[in-house]
Nanobody
Framework: QVQLVESGGGLVQAGGSLRLSCAAS????????MGWYRQAPGKQRELVAT???????NYGDSVKGRFTISRDNAKNTVYLQMNSLKPEDTAVYYC?????????????WGQGTQVTVSS
């Protein structure tokens, strides 16, 4: 079984910064993608950023240039540094681990952490 534990959310003023962390534990195959998605009230869950175990990154258009994703493979931990935060970044942020095997792909999700950006 895989568990994801997130931390680092909170309340911040517009223009401020926050850093999210997500630690994965359990049976983690080394070929995987870790990432962050977010969901605001009344909206669909959307991509924030992902990073492969080879450090290839992908960002949602709305966060490019402001957010940076990184990971520590030895700790199975992914980080999201969020700078220049805007009120529209307010959402529940979910950590995702996608494990890629030859015959299957499995997605695991964290419980979510609230990020609130005040104007």
């Amino acid at each position: 079984q895989v568990q994801l534990v997130e931390s680092g959310g909170g309340l911040v003023q517009a223009g401020g910064s926050l850093r999210l962390s997500c630690a994965a534990s359990g049976s983690i195959f080394k070929i995987n993608v870790m990432g962050w998605y977010r969901q605001a009230p009344g909206k669909q869950r959307e991509l924030v950023a992902t990073i492969t175990n080879g450090d290839w990154t992908n960002y949602g258009d709305s966060v490019k240039g402001r957010f940076t994703i990184s990971r520590d493979n030895a700790k199975n931990t992914v980080y999201l540094q969020m700078n220049s935060l805007k009120p529209e970044d307010t959402a529940v942020y979910y950590c995702n681990l996608r494990i890629l095997r030859a015959v299957s792909t499995n997605d695991y999700w964290g419980q979510g952490t609230q990020v609130t950006v005040s104007s």
